[in-house]
Nanobody, 122 residues
Framework: QLQVTESGGGSVQAGDSLKLSCTAS????????MGWFRQVSGKERESIAV???????FYADSVKGRFTISMDTAQNTVHLQMDGLESEDTAVYYC????????????????WGQGILVTVSS
């Protein structure tokens, strides 16, 4: 079972920056995508930034131009640089990894981090 470890986050003022990181460890054949989702209490979890193993990023409109996702394939780590934070960005952020595992016959799976709180005060 692939596991992920998240780091970063915290409490900042509006306009500040934060960087989240997530490292995957454990048995796998190939990582397909790594990404970040966020969830506000009482609302559904939403995808905000995803990057493929080829380096193609995808962003939600709400963070486009402010957040930058990058992947270090050698370290199996994904970073989310968050600039120009707004109070609406306050949420629990979750790392997600979509991957293949197995030997010879490969299966697809996904795993989630435990979540990390980001609080932005206006």
């Amino acid at each position: 079972q692939l596991q992920v470890t998240e780091s970063g986050g915290g409490s900042v003022q509006a306009g500040d920056s934060l960087k989240l990181s997530c490292t995957a460890s454990g048995p796998f054949f190939r990582i397909n995508t790594m990404g970040w989702f966020r969830q506000v209490s009482g609302k559904e979890r939403e995808s905000i930034a995803v990057i493929t193993n080829g380096g193609s990023p995808f962003y939600a409109d709400s963070v486009k131009g402010r957040f930058t996702i990058s992947m270090d394939t050698a370290q199996n780590t994904v970073h989310l640089q968050m600039d120009g934070l707004e109070s609406e960005d306050t949420a629990v952020y979750y790392c997600n990894v979509d991957y293949l595992y197995g030997l010879g016959i490969y299966r697809r799976s996904t795993t989630w981090g435990q979540g990390i709180l980001v609080t932005v005060s206006s």
